[in-house]
């Protein structure tokens, strides 16, 4: 039997429209245990890790279209299930120590935590400066 290129086209785009079916979780429950960071901290924060480790996430266009929508959706729970800002203070003080050491070697890496993501969005990735404040605010933290 052969297969029309036709064919195989129609077929791969009713998949990708039936993909588009898939229920995700592609929510923001409420912050109401968020951590408490001084503003530029918070800042820097917001813009290179909320998206995955916050119920802040902004959901941008690519996030809505499968399949990159489920990768979106599920790092964005495996990074909350890690590491969740917007609950912070339901860590027990040890879980907020190891997570704060771990987030140390976070910063240090830079964009080769998570590349695909700071690829895709340039804009997120920590200057120089953003890096050495956040590392001086967690020696003291
Ligand atoms: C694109 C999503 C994404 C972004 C953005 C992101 N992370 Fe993550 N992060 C994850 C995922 C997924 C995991 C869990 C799996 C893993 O360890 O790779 C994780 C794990 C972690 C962990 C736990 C590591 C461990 O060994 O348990 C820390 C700490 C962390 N991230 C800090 C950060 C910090 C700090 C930023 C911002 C500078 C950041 N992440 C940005 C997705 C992300």
Known sequence: MTVSFKSMASWAILVLILMQFVPLRRINPPADSEIQLPESIKHSLKKAC??????????????YIAPASWLASSTVSSGRAALNFSTWNDCNWREKKMKTTKLGDVVSAGAAHQPPYYLWQPEAQLTASETRALLKWLTDF
């Open 50 to 63: 909320y998206d995955c480790h916050s119920y802040e996430t902004r959901w941008r266009g690519i996030s």
